[in-house]
């Protein structure tokens, strides 16, 4: 039958602990991807970037890894805070942006 | 604030009913985007405008019609909708449609608005 709706994993880390939120994109050829964090009520913030030619890329608590053998995307948060709780969803590129479901990020005091 | 605004957040029609969607960008980008974030997909690419003509139609039904007047405006008519369109309405701006610059990085990132929630009954 028909799905009610999504139904995103969720992911509880207690606050100060890292985090690690995978994504599987689905496209060989896509060549540039990016994080999005989207807060409730809110649309889609960018977060971090990387381009296929790279493997890691650093921001300021985040960093983005692209293994694409498997074509598995993964963003790691540190020293997560409440702040943090969120939608957060990958995006692949080829010639548009295809979005995933996404992932919550439960933050536990 | 992201320097995209979206009028109305919140919309309730019937099947029968016409409405817009209205969403403003106060950043001077040349590129603007509807999207739809339904309860059970994705969020989906539904139209791209560059410099106020229309550059991509991802198969959306014609009971959505959209208006570019200008690079700074970008409206979502809606007419004889039906249940299942019931979602998230997002816009976006970035500077340009997207593309990778030579020396790499960060390019022509998307600003999105917060969205009109709308329901049809």
Redesign the interface.
Known sequence: GESVGLHLPTLSVQEGDNSIINCAYSNSASDYFIWYKQESGKGPQFIIDIRSNMDKRQGQRVTVLLNKTVKHLSLQIAATQPGDSAVYFCAEKEQNFVFGPGTRLSVLP | E?G?TQTPRHLVMGMTNKKSLKCEQHLGHNAMYWYKQS???????MF?YSLEERV?N?SVPSRFSPECPNSSHLFLHLHTLQPEDSALY?C?SSQDR?F?SLA???YN???????TRLTVL
């Open positions: 992201t995209v309860a059970k997909k994705p969020l989906e690419l791209v991509e991802n997002l976006a997207p990778l790499g990085g960060i990132e998307q600003f999105f608005g917060p969205g």
